[in-house]
């Protein structure tokens, strides 16, 4: 056997992604795959790093991102890289970049979150995909296309009901969109073009998505008071289709609902012991973040606004004090801000820890990458459940919390070749500080790299260093 190869990794704690605890190991990295794993004393290397007192696991994957058009602006993807991050789920919420074509109307939640205009640029999703490999990012990107975008593709009045025809063509570019290499579709139920689609048309459009072996990821109806019964819509598509569920950002909003996830979790469980394929993912922050939307703004305890298209000056500022300057009541300075973007504090810790400790849920930063001032989880989701989280709160050990970063999202989307070390697999490799790992991202200053992340490997190849 030759035994020279591109990289060797020296006596790091290396976590395989299972949960099993870590091992004290060398690993070979050779042509961007694992090569060896365990004592590899006899090989020769161009390259050797000492991991020593470090922890070694699979790179990360963020299971829920809007960062579809930030991969094109800015392939090296410091957002994330810098977390550990090596794989990226693009297309949530019912938003992608195709197919749409040059329609104009429709400066709305969510196409807005791609950024203004660029997400409107793709007809097809494989004109998407041969822009996205032409511009060669730094990370794997796994693709869904948005139900939001079929809307707006195959029916003239998207807000309202397809006829036949209409929805004959939202199939056809839902095929399409898995031909040019999507896993599956978002909806966005919450939003002006997911909300009106009843869960008949789910459904049917879901049993295409699993026909080519696709799974649902679903931005649910209601996160707040009837979050139970969105669970059950969205456990019933996935049985209905026979397709796997993806419940995205699970959480429950607004005081007066706080406490429901024991019962949103008692659904979950029940349907998996059932044998239903269902998975959630989390961000770990009690602020969620989206468009400026007053029944929102009503619910919430405090609201950042982030950004507002015709009032770029008041970004970063709080809509109560906005209100107070303006001397108005909340749903007018809203329509003044909108379009706009908000940080809304509204969920509580117990829920919030809850469902990230939950056996079946995975973590998803989404971040927004084209905001002015983002939500801190862009930068600091993943250190943030390793440092936070694990280390410093406990709620789960280490080994688990990299299993949730890695195994449990390889399986939820099919990746059979990445969340794991073991030989043969690539070698996307994540090389941290265990004792340090830690968000430095804040709500006040929400681009600060995280720290105690100390390489970061994808594809054989190191994409961010630092001491
Ligand atoms: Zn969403």
Same mark, same amino acid.
């Given at each position: 056997m030759d035994k020279r190869c591109d990289l060797l990794i020296r006596g790091g704690r290396v976590f395989d992604g299972s949960g099993r605890p870590g091992m004290v190991m060398d690993l070979a990295v050779k042509d961007g795959c694992i090569a060896a794993a365990g004592a590899v004393g006899d090989w020769a290397a161009a390259d050797t790093v000492d991991a020593a007192g470090l922890a070694v696991a699979p790179g990360f994957i963020d299971t829920h991102t809007h960062d579809d058009m930030a991969l094109l602006r800015? *392939?090296?993807?410091p957002s994330k890289v810098t977390q550990g991050v090596t794989t990226v789920v693009i297309g949530n919420c019912g938003a992608s970049p195709a197919p749409l074509g040059p329609r104009d109307d429709l400066v709305e939640p969510p196409f807005t979150f791609l950024g203004e205009s660029e997400g409107r640029r793709f007809k097809t999703y494989a004109d998407y995909a041969d822009a996205l490999e032409a511009a060669g990012p730094d990370v794997h990107v796994v693709k869904l296309v948005g139900h939001s975008n079929l809307r707006a593709a195959a029916m003239k009045e998207p807000h309202g009901q397809p006829t036949e025809d209409e929805m004959a063509a939202m199939k056809a570019h839902l095929e399409e969109a898995m031909a040019a290499g999507c896993v599956g579709f978002s909806v966005g139920l919450a939003y002006p073009t997911g909300k009106p689609a009843p869960t008949a048309e789910l459904i049917e459009l879901a049993a295409v998505a699993a026909a080519r072996g696709g799974l649902y990821a679903t931005h649910m109806r209601d996160e707040a008071d009837h979050v139970v019964r969105s669970v059950e819509e969205s456990l019933e598509i996935g049985a209905k289709a026979g397709v796997p569920v993806l419940i995205s950002h699970h959480k429950c909003c607004g005081p007066d609902n706080w406490g429901r996830s024991v019962d949103t979790l008692a659904r979950v469980d029940a349907a998996a012991e059932a044998g239903q394929r269902v998975f959630m993912d989390a961000y770990p922050y009690t602020a969620s973040s989206t468009g400026l939307m007053p029944e929102m703004a009503a619910r919430a305890e405090r609201v950042l606004? $982030?950004?507002?298209?015709?009032? *770029?000056? #008041?970004?970063?500022?709080d809509l109560a004090e906005i209100m107070a300057e303006w001397d108005c009541d909340m749903e007018t300075a809203v329509g003044r801000l909108s379009p706009a973007k908000a940080v809304y504090f509204q969920m509580s810790d117990d829920d919030l820890e809850r469902i990230l400790a939950h056996p079946l849920c995975m973590v998803g930063s989404d971040g927004m990458p084209s905001d002015a001032h983002p939500h801190p989880r862009l930068w600091g989701t993943f250190p943030r459940v390793l440092?936070?989280?694990?280390?410093?709160?406990? #709620?789960?050990?280490l080994a688990q919390a990299i299993r949730k970063l890695t195994q449990l999202p390889a399986q939820c989307f099919g990746l $059979?070749?990445?969340g794991a070390i073991a030989?043969?697999?690539?070698?996307d490799l994540v090389i941290f500080d265990a004792d340090e790992v830690i968000d430095r991202a804040t709500y006040e200053m929400p681009e600060r790299v995280s720290e105690g992340i100390r390489m970061v490997i994808t594809g054989g190849e190191a994409r961010y260093e630092s001491r």
């Amino acid at each position: 056997m030759d035994k020279r190869c591109d990289l060797l990794i020296r006596g790091g704690r290396v976590f395989d992604g299972s949960g099993r605890p870590g091992m004290v190991m060398d690993l070979a990295v050779k042509d961007g795959c694992i090569a060896a794993a365990g004592a590899v004393g006899d090989w020769a290397a161009a390259d050797t790093v000492d991991a020593a007192g470090l922890a070694v696991a699979p790179g990360f994957i963020d299971t829920h991102t809007h960062d579809d058009m930030a991969l094109l602006r800015q *392939p090296a993807h410091p957002s994330k890289v810098t977390q550990g991050v090596t794989t990226v789920v693009i297309g949530n919420c019912g938003a992608s970049p195709a197919p749409l074509g040059p329609r104009d109307d429709l400066v709305e939640p969510p196409f807005t979150f791609l950024g203004e205009s660029e997400g409107r640029r793709f007809k097809t999703y494989a004109d998407y995909a041969d822009a996205l490999e032409a511009a060669g990012p730094d990370v794997h990107v796994v693709k869904l296309v948005g139900h939001s975008n079929l809307r707006a593709a195959a029916m003239k009045e998207p807000h309202g009901q397809p006829t036949e025809d209409e929805m004959a063509a939202m199939k056809a570019h839902l095929e399409e969109a898995m031909a040019a290499g999507c896993v599956g579709f978002s909806v966005g139920l919450a939003y002006p073009t997911g909300k009106p689609a009843p869960t008949a048309e789910l459904i049917e459009l879901a049993a295409v998505a699993a026909a080519r072996g696709g799974l649902y990821a679903t931005h649910m109806r209601d996160e707040a008071d009837h979050v139970v019964r969105s669970v059950e819509e969205s456990l019933e598509i996935g049985a209905k289709a026979g397709v796997p569920v993806l419940i995205s950002h699970h959480k429950c909003c607004g005081p007066d609902n706080w406490g429901r996830s024991v019962d949103t979790l008692a659904r979950v469980d029940a349907a998996a012991e059932a044998g239903q394929r269902v998975f959630m993912d989390a961000y770990p922050y009690t602020a969620s973040s989206t468009g400026l939307m007053p029944e929102m703004a009503a619910r919430a305890e405090r609201v950042l606004v $982030t950004e507002s298209v015709p009032h *770029p000056d #008041l970004a970063n500022r709080d809509l109560a004090e906005i209100m107070a300057e303006w001397d108005c009541d909340m749903e007018t300075a809203v329509g003044r801000l909108s379009p706009a973007k908000a940080v809304y504090f509204q969920m509580s810790d117990d829920d919030l820890e809850r469902i990230l400790a939950h056996p079946l849920c995975m973590v998803g930063s989404d971040g927004m990458p084209s905001d002015a001032h983002p939500h801190p989880r862009l930068w600091g989701t993943f250190p943030r459940v390793l440092g936070h989280y694990a280390r410093d709160r406990k #709620l789960f050990d280490l080994a688990q919390a990299i299993r949730k970063l890695t195994q449990l999202p390889a399986q939820c989307f099919g990746l $059979t070749d990445r969340g794991a070390i073991a030989p043969g697999k690539i070698a996307d490799l994540v090389i941290f500080d265990a004792d340090e790992v830690i968000d430095r991202a804040t709500y006040e200053m929400p681009e600060r790299v995280s720290e105690g992340i100390r390489m970061v490997i994808t594809g054989g190849e190191a994409r961010y260093e630092s001491r």
